[in-house]
T-cell receptor, first 112, second 106 residues
């Protein structure tokens, strides 16, 4: 069964460093998303991406965040200068024509 | 934006018991999904159910879109059912509720 793949599963970084989280969406999907979940809290929407551009973003997705689809298979989330409060589980998701979303297993980001 | 409320927030069950989890939402939606977040943090798709009723083994779900709620039924619960159950609704984008934390004890 096709699945969304995320790497790395865990990432530890120092405050102020840049991190790139990687995702390989399901191959025939057109819509891509990043969500995050701070420990013990609900899953929050960050950004959606369609047709090589951002279609929607939340207030959380400020100038330190960016997304890219560098090739036909990968979808990345970059955090330019990490802060302590960026520590969270980051989930990538994909869907076909707006319908069921499928999530990856997440990247646990720890900012020290 | 759309509001999603789940109840109860916490639930403890004896193995073998049945339960009903509820999700209320404040506006009409194009998509409603139920997820199980397991102890490893993975979000497992349970149902894509913007309306109607679906069943998958011991789990079933019903969404009454006109009344803006959805129910998730778990029958004959097992310890592996433990985790957090999220309802998520889409009014572009998919918005999650706070979840129901289920603990099934042997």
């Amino acid at each position: 069964e096709p699945e969304v793949t995320q790497t790395p599963s865990h990432q530890v970084t120092q405050m102020g460093q840049e991190v790139i989280l990687r995702c390989v969406p399901i191959s025939n999907h057109l819509y891509f998303y990043w969500y995050r979940q701070i420990l013990g809290q609900k899953v929050e929407f960050l950004v959606s991406f369609y047709n090589n551009e951002i279609s929607e973003k939340s207030e959380i997705f400020d100038d330190q965040f960016s997304v890219e689809r560098p090739d036909g298979s990968n979808f990345t989330l970059k955090i330019r200068s990490t802060k302590l409060e960026d520590s969270a589980m980051y989930f990538c998701a994909s869907s076909g024509w707006p319908e069921e979303l499928f999530f990856g297993s997440g990247t646990q980001l720890s900012v020290l | 934006g759309i509001q999603v409320e789940q109840s109860p927030p916490d639930l403890i069950l004896q193995e073998g018991a049945n339960s009903t989890l509820r999700c209320n939402f404040s506006d009409s939606v194009n998509n409603l999904q139920w997820f199980h977040q397991n102890p490893w943090g993975q979000l497992i798709n349970l149902f894509y159910i913007p309306s109607g009723t679906k069943q998958n083994g011991r789990l079933s779900a019903t969404t009454v879109a006109t009344e803006r709620y959805s129910l998730l039924y778990i029958s004959s619960s097992q310890t592996t059912d433990s985790g957090v159950y999220f309802c998520a609704v889409e009014s572009a984008p998919l918005v999650f509720g706070k979840g129901t934390r289920l603990s099934v004890i042997a």
